[in-house]
Every structure is written in structure tokens, then in C-alpha cells.
């Protein structure tokens, strides 16, 4: 069988992992996406080391955009996305993925590397911790302001890192005592956001670097997309539907073991 039909088959395969996951945890799925793609160009020699991780992020966040938008179609279905909140959650972290899009693009692979491993680690302990009980007092939303600073950050550190949103959006939104599902149901909607801004970056900065010739819109691998997403989209609802009938505490449990084994590959690979 052709090898490029083998990784495209690889890649579906994972799409359909990813999806169920994008849909149960508002992740978008780039934290399964990134370690695991990135062993797949490797294993495949489809471009130099040195832009492997970059490329995995970039294809990622772009395989996020559909991804997130069928599971964020599921949550609004399940009533899960608070749009009151959402239009100024979504302001900061376009803001944040198109800056980052393009910085990213200027850092050395492993600076990224240990950026994506660290933050996760951190999300994983703060997010396992907070699934034992409900003794963390109430907190309110920032103003509208703040929360849209707050979300910037967020935003770029996403994108920076090839994930949709939900692995920072979600704890940042629980912090502020909003509802578990419909923070999840929020990142979903903001995964889009994140998705388009930062492929836009990401696509600019590589399209130096590699032409459509060979397969790439800049520092995304066309191949590997279209085998991701042809699955993805159609598992994302999955995953939602599970998230609405899921106990909270296990689903943090699930969001918390799923980061960790994930930093662990990204910093072994």
C-alpha cells in the first residue's frame, strides 16, 4: 500500500479518537493530536526533525477548526454553551492565536516542546485535585475586561502549544465557578476561534518554508488533516452526548489523566 495512503489511514484512525475526546472534554483534541502525529511524521520521514513538532502543531490546530465546530454544534444542541459569556471569551483567545501563530513560528522547537509539557502538567494536578470534592470557595467572573485579558493569554498559549482551547479555557472557567459542562460547552465554541486565528499565523509564517506542491499550506500537512477530520467531525458529537449525561468529577478525572499521559509522551518522544 502506499505510504502516503498508510499515514493518511494512521491519521484518520486517530481523528476518530480525537473527536470522541474534542467532544467529551471541550479540548479541541490537539493534546492527543501533537505527540501523536508527531511520531507519525517521524515515523513516515515526511520532513526534517526539526519542524516536526511544529508541523504537528500547526496541523492540528487546523484539523481543530472542523473539529471543534461539530462539537461545539453538539453542546449548543445540548444547551451547554453559555453565549452569554462566550462572545468575550472568544475575543481574547483570537487575539491571543493569531499573535502566537506567528511567534511560535520563531521559536526553537524544544523551547515549544517544554512549554506545551509544563503547562499541561500543571493543568492535569490543578484539574485532578478539584475532581475530590467541592470545597474551593465560589469565585466570580472577572469584568468583561479582565476576562478578556485572561482569555488572551489563554488563547496564545493554546495556540502556541497546538491545542483548541479547552485544556486552559476549562480550568480557567471552573476557577471562576462556572458550571463544568458549560465551560466545556464554551470551549468548544472558542476551539474555533483559536483554530482559524492561529492557522492563519501558522500558515503565513511556513509558507516560505514549504509549498502546496509537496503537500503543505504553509506549516499545516494536507495529508494528514483530511485523514484526521475525516473521522473527527463525525466523532465530536459522540463525545458531546456523553459529556451531558457524565458525572463532572469523573469527567475531571478523565480531562486530568488524559493531560498527564499526554506530557509524558510529548517530553519522551
Known amino acids: 500500500m502506499n505510504e502516503l495512503l498508510v499515514l493518511v489511514v494512521y491519521c484518520a484512525l486517530l481523528g476518530s479518537g480525537v473527536g470522541f475526546l474534542a467532544g467529551l472534554l471541550g479540548i479541541g483534541g ?9 511520531i507519525i511524521l517521524l515515523h513516515f520521514n515526511v520532513l526534517p526533525e526539526e519542524h516536526v513538532v511544529i508541523v504537528a502543531i500547526a496541523t492540528s490546530l487546523a484539523s481543530i477548526l472542523f473539529t471543534s465546530t461539530s462539537s461545539a454544534i453538539a453542546h449548543h444542541k445540548n444547551g451547554n454553551v453559555p453565549w452569554e459569556l462566550a462572545p468575550w471569551v472568544m475575543t481574547g483567545v483570537a487575539l491571543g492565536a493569531l499573535i502566537s501563530g506567528f511567534l511560535a513560528a520563531l521559536l526553537p522547537e524544544k523551547v515549544v516542546r517544554i512549554v506545551f509539557a509544563i503547562t499541561v502538567v500543571l493543568i492535569a494536578i490543578k484539574m485532578f485535585l478539584s475532581s475530590k470534592g467541592n470545597t474551593a470557595q465560589e469565585r466570580p467572573l472577572p469584568n468583561k475586561g479582565l476576562l478578556t485579558v485572561l482569555t488572551t493569554i489563554t488563547g496564545g498559549v493554546s495556540a502556541m502549544i497546538g491545542i483548541g482551547g479547552g485544556a486552559l479555557l476549562v480550568p480557567l472557567l471552573t476557577f471562576f465557578s462556572v458550571n463544568m459542562k458549560k465551560a466545556i460547552g464554551c470551549a468548544s465554541a472558542c476551539g474555533i476561534v483559536i483554530a482559524l486565528f492561529g492557522s492563519v499565523g501558522y500558515i503565513s509564517s511556513g509558507s516560505t518554508v514549504y509549498k502546496l506542491a509537496d503537500g503543505f499550506a504553509g506549516f499545516v500537512y494536507l495529508p494528514a488533516l483530511f485523514g484526521i477530520i475525516c473521522t473527527s467531525w ?21 480531562f486530568a489523566a488524559l493531560l498527564l499521559a499526554t506530557a509524558v509522551k510529548m517530553i519522551m518522544y
Do not use: N
Request: glycine residues 6%; charged residues 10%.
Open 234 to 254: 463525525f466523532t465530536a458529537p459522540l463525545g458531546a452526548k456523553a459529556t451531558h449525561y457524565l458525572p463532572v468529577s469523573l469527567i475531571k478525572k478523565i
Open 30 to 38: 490537539g493534546l492527543v493530536i501533537v505527540p501523536v502525529l508527531s
